[in-house]
């Protein structure tokens, strides 16, 4: 299938034109000399080089990636026919069955935009976060990539230390587990799925202990849980975290309240004042 670069340049200009900066979560700002959301800002929110998205806008790009055009929609706040439209004119079919799950519907989006003093974010069923809100982003890092794994919980505490570094080592075994058993509950609603596979298999090539754990083979869906963070800014914060499943059981919100009397309260509205100067490693 070609890739309409004329029509693909068209579409997202205009797209980007269309949503003010407060629908996309951002500051509207005192001057904006062009409507809507700048080039950069929607990089940012994509997740990709702002040197990459001009080249999209300018008809000079090679063709961009299933990942990255997923993104890009969650980003200009498309709904499903608008996504579907930027796919074909891509060169790419659009996602069906369970790739569509990875596509954020719009109103979930402005709610995250609205929950302003409480942490949230939305993660497919295999572990991708896939929109966050700015306190979630202050609080546990921004990780809203197009990398295939970059952006994934599962993939990140196994592989990347400071992942782990956010947690307390007496809870670090348990956190494992329940990784695992939940991403082998997502997996097993998703027969022949090649993503939930290449996930899987780099998983069990990248680490023991990810391998010795998924052979016990336990299964365990995530609906809600409790945290201990290490925050490098506001220190230590005890959450409660809700897991609100969609009817597909595909995408979750996230919402994660301070425990009371633990002092969390405090230390979150702390972290909204500053603004997350600093991200903390992402362990959600």
Same mark, same amino acid.
């Given at each position: &299938?070609? &890739?309409?670069?004329?029509? %693909? ?17 951002? +500051?509207?700002?005192?001057?904006? @000399? ?56 891509? /060169? ?13 519907? #719009? ?25 966050? *809100? ?17 952006? *994934? ?14 947690? #307390? ?6 956190? /494992? ?42 299964? /365990? ?5 409790? &945290?201990?963070?290490?925050? #490098? ?11 609100? %499943? ?12 301070? @425990?009371?009397?633990?002092?969390? +309260? ?19």
């Amino acid at each position: &299938m070609p &890739m309409d670069r004329r029509e %693909l340049a068209d579409f997202l200009r205009r797209s980007r034109e269309r949503l003010r900066p407060a629908e996309a979560g951002l +500051a509207e700002g005192a001057r904006r @000399r062009t409507p809507g959301l700048r080039r950069e800002e929607v990089a940012g929110l994509a997740g990709m080089s702002a040197d990459y998205y001009t080249r999209l806008e300018q008809r000079r790009s090679p063709q961009p990636s299933e990942q990255m055009l997923a993104s890009l929609a969650r980003a200009l706040r498309l709904d499903a026919d608008e996504r579907d439209h930027l796919y074909l004119l891509a /060169g790419h079919r659009p996602p069906a069955g369970h790739r569509a799950g990875e596509h954020v519907r #719009p109103g979930l989006l402005r709610l995250l935009d609205q929950l302003t003093g409480t942490p949230a974010q939305v993660v497919g069923d295999l572990g991708d976060v896939l929109a966050q *809100n700015a306190m979630a982003r202050a609080l546990l890092g921004g990780v809203c990539t197009v990398s295939e794994h970059g952006r *994934n919980l599962v993939w990140r505490w196994f592989t990347d230390p400071a992942a782990r570094a956010a947690h #307390p080592p007496e809870e670090h075994a348990l956190r /494992g587990r329940v990784h695992v058993a939940d991403l082998r509950a997502a997996v097993a609603r998703r027969p022949g799925d090649p993503a939930a596979a290449r996930l899987v298999g780099r998983l069990r090539a990248a680490s023991e202990e990810f391998r010795s754990l998924w052979e016990r083979h336990e299964v /365990g869906v995530r609906r809600c849980s409790r &945290m201990r963070l290490l925050h #490098p800014l506001v220190g230590p914060v005890e959450l409660d975290c809700e897991v609100l %499943l969609a009817p597909e059981e595909d995408q979750r919100l996230v919402v994660f309240t301070p @425990r009371p009397g633990t002092g969390g +309260a405090e230390r979150l509205e702390l972290l909204r004042v500053v603004g997350g100067e600093r991200f903390a490693p992402a362990g959600g």
